[in-house]
């Protein structure tokens, strides 16, 4: 346990007083570690953010418990001051006891707004080197110099080689590190002062890992060329000139020991995507073969490989953080679409080592989930962890510039294995489209009226207890949301029901002068699985068929083409799963789904689940009271033994990390 979270932690001691109020104005509580830490004390949170919402959380749950004499370790905290804590209520007050907590008081020779810009996972870093340097106190520069070098282990001074500056980079964009902006300007400054990157676009792929990755992507040909030409004594030349988009140098040393190390991953993660060249005979160094398109089933079979190794190697473990989790659902949905495709020739070994892989990733998921999963809706919205995160995401850029515009599409049941898919059949119709992926983690049960409806209120599932089985009141949610956020309800479009057939509604509805937000839900999916009788071989071809019709990249066109910044996400993911037998409950159960089934009483339940001694009881964690849903053990459904189908509503890797995407135009 890191030092810093120890001082925390060691202000709460159960049953001290049954409520307590934090001022808590940088987020400090709501870290996974510290989260996790608390609710293991058997403490409760709620955030102090919207008076309504929370007062009807704090009614609900709480009162009613103290009024029956029960003893509760509540947590009220507000993202203020200590001296704001005055603003509570002040039945809150007379209650409860009051703490404070800061980043100030715990890193007190550090410039506070260099350390409140950090992510709150790389305070563990920070604080291990303020306890082995004891810094004296330091001003803005130098806690960026001292940050750089012992939290990021960036040394600019060192940086005097593109290789030298391509390690930095890899290093951070392979890793998906977050760093603040000013200590990216701070590293940006310092560079150009050194001789030789007068030239680069450090703008760009210092802080961007897309535009980083696009920038190694055009020239990795150009290195190719160099690499034949060196083994042909310089007799080869280049007649037709690359086009790039990127300024700065043509030639890449992707050579270098440094950089050679990340080369394989990149291209097996789809970081980078490999080349087809027609000298690629030319080359006898083995490691470029990983970047060059040859025969298709060996190219394809050396990447399952690579990818299998890889994903074996970093499943996250229980103390991971979500993030981890991201990065690992990102590179296994790399692979899920090379072993579907029809083409696909795999071995029986293959199919079994991807079984058995799967099988450890639902192992290591669930007890990932049982103690951590609770403490992600209440982490801050920016970037987005979970699906009604998204909203208050958006509201950002909404509310940055009035000529703003956001347009956020639901593809219903989208996976992340199949958005690899429609990115891929995009990339073809649209080569100048960019995509900047993320992920967000669905809500369990994985189900549409829980989850879609989430991602367009922007609120837990909890505070929608009457539509919790319906998506009737999805415009209302949406409108509501924006409204909050000092929109009028003229400037709010949505819409569902798409995927097929003319875009008229939607051009309608964002012809309106004053249209700034739309939401916008695409079903095809959805009604694609729920008729799929192929398993995930058939639903990724049908998914793959229906992106290459017009449909998606006329939507997005017509969204870019209006002004819309275009975000893309969905509700769920979806797996093939096997029959394990259908409960004997009558009508006991309130929602009878393939992978979850949902009951308004615990006895009930627990007696279904005596015939399923395997499925998960599912806590109604963000839910309504009385929701509560059992889900089906593993890759199974509660239909009859022997059937298979592709569904969703359980707790599985694919069903509950879903792509979120920005996607827009390369400048021409």
């Known amino acids: 346990m890191s030092n810093w979270r120890s001082q925390i932690l060691r202000k709460f001691t159960p049953n001290v007083a049954r409520l307590t109020l934090v001022a808590d104005p940088d987020g400090l509580l709501l870290e996974e570690g510290i989260f996790a830490g608390i609710r293991e004390r058997g403490f409760e949170l709620i955030p102090f953010e919207d008076h309504i919402a929370f007062r009807y959380a704090y009614e609900t749950k709480f009162r009613s418990r103290w009024e029956r004499g029960e003893q509760t370790d509540l947590v009220v905290v507000l993202h203020a001051e200590a001296r704001d804590l005055n603003c509570l209520p002040y039945d809150l007050l007379q209650a409860g006891r009051q703490l404070s907590f800061s980043l100030g008081e715990i890193f007190p020779n ?49 940086i005097r080689e593109p290789a030298d500056l391509l390690r930095v980079l890899l290093r951070r964009h392979y890793r998906g590190q977050r760093i603040p902006s000013l200590l990216d300007e701070r590293f940006i400054q310092l560079i150009r002062q050194q001789h030789g990157f007068a030239d680069w676009p450090l703008e760009t792929i210092v802080s961007d890992r897309q535009a980083f990755f696009a920038f190694l992507q055009e020239r990795w040909p150009l290195f190719l060329d160099r690499a034949v030409s060196e083994e042909n004594l310089g007799i080869r030349e280049r007649t037709k000139p690359y086009a790039l988009e990127f300024s700065g140098p043509t030639d890449l040393p992707f050579d270098h020991d440094d950089i050679r190390i990340y080369i394989d991953n990149l291209f097996l993660e789809g970081l980078l995507e490999a080349v087809p060249y027609e000298q690629a005979d030319s080359l006898s160094k083995p490691w470029l073969v990983i970047g060059i398109r040859r025969d298709e089933q060996a190219d394809r079979e050396h990447r399952i490989d690579g990818l299998l190794c890889t994903l074996a190697s970093i499943i996250p473990q229980e103390d991971a ?68 995160h998204i909203p208050r995401f958006l509201a950002r850029h909404v509310n940055d510039a009035k000529e703003h515009k ?21 990339a073809k119709q649209r080569p100048e489209y960019r995509f900047r992926e993320y992920a967000v983690f669905a809500w369990i049960p994985t189900i549409t009226s829980v989850s879609r409806q989430a991602a367009f209120a922007g609120k837990l599932p909890s505070y929608f207890p009457n539509s919790i089985d319906t998506t009737n009141r999805e415009p209302a949610l949406w409108t509501q949301f924006w409204v909050d956020q000092g929109l009028t309800q003229q400037e709010v479009g949505y819409a569902k029901g798409l995927g097929d057939g003319a875009l008229d509604r939607v051009e309608e509805m964002i012809a309106w002068p004053r249209m700034r937000v739309v939401g916008l839900v695409v079903d095809k999916v959805d009604r694609i699985m729920h008729g799929m009788e192929l398993g995930a071989a058939g639903m990724h071809n049908q998914v793959r068929q229906w992106v290459q019709q017009p449909f998606m990249a006329n939507l997005i066109d017509l969204l870019l083409d209006n002004g819309f910044c275009v975000h893309l996400s969905s509700d769920h993911g979806n797996i093939e799963a096997a029959g394990c037998g259908q409960p004997t409950e009558g009508v006991v159960a309130d929602r009878r789904g393939e992978r979850a089934r949902v009951y308004s009483d615990s006895v009930l339940r627990s007696r279904v689940k005596e015939q399923f001694l395997d499925a998960l009881e599912w806590p109604p964690v963000g839910l309504p009271e009385g929701y509560l849903s059992l889900l089906a053990p593993s890759r199974s459904a509660f239909v009859r033994e022997g059937e298979r189908l592709v569904g969703h509503g359980g707790a599985s890797l694919e069903e509950l990390i879903v792509p979120l995407v920005q996607i827009d135009r390369r400048d021409p």
């Open 110 to 158: 550090l410039s506070y707004p260099v350390v409140a810009a950090l992510d709150r996972r790389d305070l563990d870093a920070l604080d291990d080197a303020q306890e082995q340097y004891v810094p004296n106190v330091l001003g803005d520069n130098a806690t960026i110099k001292f940050v750089l070098r012992h939290v990021f282990d960036i040394a600019p001074e060192r």
């Open 321 to 388: 953080r979500h993030d981890d989790w991201f990065h690992f659902a990102k590179t296994w949905a790399e692979l899920v679409p090379l072993a579907l495709e029809s083409e696909a020739m795999l071995s029986e070994s293959v199919r079994q080592e991807i079984e058995m892989l799967q099988a450890r990733i639902d192992d290591a998921l669930v007890p990932w989930l049982v103690n951590r999963y609770a403490g992600l809706s209440s982490l801050p919205p920016v970037p987005p962890v979970m699906l009604h």
């Open 406 to 426: 956001v347009a956020f599409v639901l593809v219903d049941g989208l996976s992340l294995d199949q958005w690899v898919v429609t990115r891929k059949e995009l």
